[in-house]
């Protein structure tokens, strides 16, 4: 799970681990691609790889029609191959997103494991933008009138001012909610990755027990595998991890990219708060597992 939760932090996407454990001479998956990027680690025994050449480059999340191929398929032929790889314990390979493959198993037993990196992609971004300049157009009452009766449907008739001039009025609103949203559309999919990432937290009921005898001079840190983000909102601080979601005060800033920095530090060395501010700021992430505590000194919590 560390590993899978590091992997996720450094890529800055959602990760998913499944691990296969396959008896000698299994019946095999036969040639298919995922919509995401895997990265198969082996961790015993073997497993051979064939890899093909894409039918779709880059395909969405949503393209699940025609995954399957049979040998004999010109898709899964040698010329195609891109390569056929035997992995043994502690071999790593990548398969991009779209690339057609198949494991096949020897004559021992295999067990791997398969990092699926779910990207965030361009057209998520453009998808989020658009569905919520689409949902703004809904509010103008012109935009939901019928259309004009017609005799005939036709090219022609779609031609008249009385569709035109709205279809003219409403492509120019939908371009501009379009571009105005996409940089709130990119936001988005941050928020949505880290409101749906949870991190394991070992040692947290223990860093709740220290609360009340937390003092100046306990060294916290930042909790390990931890996917955070800290931005602004309507003028105020925005912290999100764990599924949770807080609105700070712009004056916490300093003391919270400390505490985010990833560096061992001692409470009193939060900047620009008191003492007292420094106790309670730092109590409160720990209590909600942003912080863990790295060592506990004897002194006087109120005195350090």
């Known amino acids: 799970m560390n590993l899978s939760k590091e992997l996720e932090r450094e890529a800055g996407f959602p990760v998913h681990t499944t691990a296969f454990l396959s008896p000698p001479s299994a019946v095999n998956v036969p040639p298919h691609f995922d919509m995401v990027d895997v990265i198969v680690t082996q961790t015993y025994g073997s497993k051979v790889w064939n890899v093909w050449q894409p039918t ?3 395909p969405l999340v949503t393209d699940t029609a025609g995954r399957l191929y049979e040998h004999g398929d010109q898709v899964v032929s040698d010329e195609m191959r891109v390569g056929r790889y035997e992995l043994r314990a502690g071999d790593t ?14 004559t021992e037993s295999s067990l791997h494991l398969a990092f699926g990196i779910n990207v965030h992609r361009w057209y998520d971004v453009l998808e989020q933008a ?21 005799k005939r449907l036709s090219a022609e008739a779609s031609r008249t001012n009385a569709t035109r001039e709205p279809l003219d009025r409403m492509r120019n609103e939908l371009a501009r909610g379009i571009a105005s949203g996409l940089e709130d559309a990119l936001q988005a999919l941050d928020i949505r990755y880290l409101g749906t990432r949870a991190s394991a937290r070992p040692g947290q009921l223990m860093d709740v027990e220290r609360l009340a005898g937390l003092s100046l001079s306990d060294r916290l840190i930042l909790r390990p595998r931890l996917a955070f983000g800290i931005d602004s909102e309507a003028g105020r601080l925005r912290l999100q991890f764990h599924q949770k979601r807080f609105s700070l005060g712009p004056e916490l800033e300093p003391p919270l990219r400390y505490a985010a920095s990833g560096i061992a530090f001692e409470v009193r060395d939060l900047p620009e708060l008191s003492a007292a501010q420094q106790l309670k ?9 942003f912080l863990t505590v790295v060592a506990v000194s004897d002194a006087d919590p109120t005195t350090g």
Request: no cysteine.
């Open 56 to 58: 779709r480059e880059s």
């Open 93 to 106: 390979l990548y398969v991009p997103r779209g690339f057609l493959h198949e494991a096949i198993t020897t």
């Open 130 to 150: 658009a569905n919520k300049a689409v949902t703004a157009l809904a509010t103008s009452a012109e935009f939901r009138k019928a259309l004009p009766v017609r």
């Open 281 to 289: 700021f730092a109590r409160t992430l720990l209590a909600e597992g």
